[in-house]
Structures are given as structure tokens and as C-alpha cells.
């Protein structure tokens, strides 16, 4: 598997994991003594999203757009 297969994989597990947490929101609550706060969980999920787009974009072929006059 390549770095983009595997980069792809995991933004790919990422986005289904967040579609199920955002169907069925919880609300932040403790449990003894410690902090369970979904909205930061999102972030943190919506995060890893962005860092796989960004070095999705970094693997890709890159163009240069010119045109030539004579």
C-alpha cells in the first residue's frame, strides 16, 4: 500500500467516523473525574481530515499552467 492508498484510508475511516458521531451528537459529561467533551474530539477528527487533504495535496503531480506567444 502506498503512502497516498494509506493516506486516502485513513481520511477515508476518519470522515465515516465523524458522519457517525455528528448523526448521534453526545453532549461533554465526566466520568470520574475526567473530562469526555465531544466537541474537542471533532475538532481533533475534523484536524486529522485536513492534515491527510494537505499531504494528499503534496503527493499529487503538479502543473504549471504557460502559454507561449510567438
Do not use: H
Request: proline share 4%.
Amino acid at each position: 500500500m502506498t503512502d497516498a492508498e494509506q493516506l486516502r484510508a485513513i481520511k477515508s475511516q476518519t470522515l465515516a467516523l465523524l458522519a457517525e458521531l455528528t448523526a448521534q451528537p453526545k453532549p461533554t459529561y465526566y466520568v470520574d473525574g475526567q473530562t469526555v467533551a465531544w466537541n474537542e474530539y471533532l475538532g481533533r477528527l475534523q484536524a486529522t481530515i485536513d492534515w491527510c487533504d494537505r499531504k494528499l495535496a503534496g503527493e499529487e503531480p503538479f502543473e504549471f499552467a504557460s502559454q507561449a506567444s510567438t
